[in-house]
């Protein structure tokens, strides 16, 4: 039964923010620490320490797939709480990990149960929002979420300059424990006991299924999953793209921050447009926005005897990422909506079929990086021209 009443937009959103920004903090504040963690545990490639990166989404994606179904038989918050579990016993092993393979488990375990908090509070919002308000509320959660990946880097930094790159673990420890506490005392659970569902096998195929026939839910998680890779392809190469081809050295959180900023601000401003203009519209006038520029911007690094200079790179990145600002949250909105009687399997099969394809042409776009930004922006324009055909499938046809 539930006895609490919700809270309020404000303390809301700034609670599910913190929750879910256990992920960019997760990924971004060790960035300007890859190459000393690649130093200090062992490792031969220059490429390898952007696992680190793939190894938390790789654990984000397989958690993704229980966590929804879970959360529907039991209720929203037990699930949280377990992965908040997995996250702190996995940010523990990093902070202590002897060796790389060690890391790696660490940063799968913190992957694995961050995924909990990341996928069932897109079904607790969709419990208390549908349509046009839940993008609202979910871009609001973008804008909130967006200001972590601004300053972390800048934090990580921080503390690399009076502290051992394991520090960076220990804040990540105190600020799940923090957000551990809050959830448990301020948020009501918003799945009441005569709306669950018995956990079952059978249940658990005929939801999988359910979304599967739905195209809207499959094309547009497939569409966000394209996209989306191009972006988990800059986290990986960002710090040798920053720190190594342009030689920004410590002002690498600084352009990371400010890039990190151009999609909390379209967030932002797409909470307030689209109520007016619909998610559909702001979403393919972003995507073919995103693609013309990422065109125009793969044939000049390509073609340019030095490459793209880095004013131009900046420019490009901070008009792409305001694209992608827009995307995000519309995407995840259009591909719940017909799935409210279904959330939680819905936000599984739509989180983790949206989380291996981006990490697949993530981990592909940040491994080929050659000293030259050609495959990261070479691989936005393909990957935005292949999610543009996607919607244009999706929306032209019948489930």
Not at 77 to 91: D, Q, R, S, T
Not at 227 to 241: K, V
Not at 278 to 306: E, K
């Amino acid at each position: 039964m539930i006895k609490s009443k919700a809270l309020r937009l404000g303390e809301f959103v700034s609670l599910m923010a913190l929750m879910t920004s256990l992920v960019a903090l997760s990924i971004d504040a060790m960035l300007p620490a890859l190459a000393d963690i690649g130093r200090d545990l062992g490792t031969s490639d220059p490429n390898q320490p952007q696992l680190v990166v793939t190894m938390l989404f790789l654990g984000l994606a397989l958690g993704q797939f229980v966590y929804g179904p879970v959360s529907d038989s039991t209720g929203r918050k037990n699930p949280i709480y377990v992965g908040l579990a997995i996250y702190l016993v996995g940010a523990l092993l990093c902070v202590f990990s002897a060796d790389f393979a060690t890391m790696l488990t660490g940063r799968f375990l913190q992957g694995l149960g961050v995924a909990g908090p990341r996928i069932v509070i897109v079904a607790l919002v969709r419990d208390q929002y549908e349509g046009r308000a839940m993008a609202r509320i979910m871009s609001l959660i973008m804008a909130v979420f967006i200001i972590v990946p601004a300053l972390a880097p800048a934090l990580g930094q921080g503390i690399l300059t009076f502290a051992h790159w394991r520090a960076i673990f220990g804040l990540l420890l105190a600020l799940s424990l923090i957000g551990l506490l809050w959830f448990a005392l301020r948020q009501p659970e918003t799945l009441p006991k005569e709306k669950r569902r018995q956990f079952t096998a059978r249940r658990l195929a005929t939801g999988l299924f359910e979304t599967l026939r739905t195209r809207t839910a499959v094309g547009y998680a497939v569409a966000a999953g394209t996209i989306f890779g191009g972006f988990i392809g800059y986290l990986t190469s960002a710090p040798q793209i920053f720190q190594q081809l342009y030689a920004k050295g410590a002002l690498f959180p600084l352009f990371f921050g400010l890039l990190s900023l151009a999609i909390g601000a379209a967030a932002l401003l797409n909470a307030r447009l689209v109520m007016r203009f619909g998610m559909h519209l702001l979403s393919r006038r972003a995507l073919q926005a995103q693609c013309i520029l990422s065109v125009l911007f793969a044939v000049a690094a390509w073609t340019l005897p030095d490459g793209l200079p880095f004013w131009a790179f900046m420019l490009w990145a901070g008009l792409a990422f305001f694209c992608q600002g827009l995307l995000f949250g519309n995407f995840n909105a259009i591909a719940m909506e017909p799935l409210g009687h279904i959330a939680g399997i819905g936000a599984a099969m739509v989180g983790s079929l949206t989380s291996f394809i981006s990490l697949a042409l993530g981990t592909a776009i940040g491994q080929s990086y050659d000293g030259t930004v050609v495959p990261l922006v070479g691989g936005f324009a393909v990957l935005g021209l292949l999610s543009l055909t996607t919607i244009w499938w999706t929306d032209h046809g019948k489930d």
